[in-house]
């Protein structure tokens, strides 16, 4: 009788036990898909507040203590790039959210992209990728000029790109210029020589004080080949501005980047897929000097 009772007691052990395991795992199961659902739902709720705040950013970075309503009109942004291609591939959630406020949004390649001497074909499909990305070509500066060349190795000539920019500024009263940062996103040679002199320009004093310049963050490579599940990271590390696009923006940046025929290798594909960049941009400021001093 003893070992029957025992043997009873082992069976309902191991079915207790079976039990358990199920229910842990099936309990696993719903913790994740809560985790994973509460994340999408993280995500979506910092969309929705940064498309009530983005104009309140704008006057933030700007100093503009004015506190009538502005549906972005007051905005004259100019996005400063190297190559063809640059400004979908780093910059396209913030040309996209600037142009859905009605800011005045201008770009200045400062080359055409002829390292595979393919420079009219990039050129023409700079156009088309800026016009799906609401830029129309009377808006877009194109340089050519033997000192900038498309050229990785190349040692681009900081005065020239200054004089560049400046009269940008000074033909369009921009009030914003941003650009890529020391490290230039991909860490290319003529990305960062923009930075280098755009940070010279903000501290030499050459323009006036309502024009603010700002550079685009680069972060390590988890964070950049994670997608839109990078966003709440970028959300909540400080940055003087942030611009985000949802899936209907994220078509369009898409749209804006399969413009560039002459670059879609299969690599490009993956980063039109992976890149945090398509979705999300932060900005840091980049601080200005006193007015007219001289740096050499």
């Known amino acids: 009788m003893f070992f029957f009772y025992a043997e009873l007691i082992h069976v309902w052990l191991l079915s207790l036990h079976g039990w358990l395991t199920v229910t842990v795992k099936i309990m696993s199961i719903y913790l994740a898909a809560l985790v994973v659902f509460s994340y999408l739902a993280w995500i979506k709720c910092i969309y929705y507040r940064h498309r009530r705040t983005m104009v309140k950013s704008l006057k933030h970075v700007l100093n503009s203590s004015s506190s009538r309503e502005s549906n972005g009109s007051d905005f004259r942004a100019l996005i400063v790039t190297a190559h063809p291609d640059d400004e979908c591939m780093f910059f396209a959630p913030t040309i996209i959210r600037l142009v859905e406020l009605n800011a005045s949004v201008h770009l200045l390649c400062l080359s055409k992209g002829n390292y595979y001497n393919q420079g009219a074909q990039r050129q023409q499909e700079l156009l088309n990728s800026c016009a799906t990305l609401g830029i129309p070509a009377s808006s877009i500066t194109i340089l050519d000029h033997k000192k900038l060349p498309d050229d990785p190795k190349a040692e681009w000539n900081i005065s020239v790109v200054c004089s560049a920019i400046v009269q940008q500024i000074r033909a369009h009263s921009f009030n914003m210029v941003l650009t890529f940062d020391g490290r230039g996103v991909s860490g290319h040679a003529n990305h960062i020589a923009i930075h280098k002199a755009v940070r010279h ?14 550079s685009l963050v680069t972060v390590g490579l988890l964070r950049k080949y994670i997608s839109f599940l990078e966003l709440p990271i970028s959300w909540l590390l400080p940055s003087c501005l942030c611009c985000i696009i949802g899936s209907q923006g994220y078509k369009q940046a898409k749209a804006a980047m399969l413009c560039h025929r002459s670059q879609l290798l299969w690599f ?24 007219n001093l001289k740096i050499y």
Not at 268 to 291: A, C, D, E, H, W
Request: glycine residues 6%.
């Open 268 to 291: 490009r594909y993956l980063y039109i897929t992976f890149s945090r960049y398509m979705f999300v941009n932060t900005f840091q400021m980049i601080p200005q000097g006193p007015k």
């Open 201 to 214: 320009l903000a501290a030499s004093g050459q323009v006036t004080d309502d024009c603010c310049f700002l």
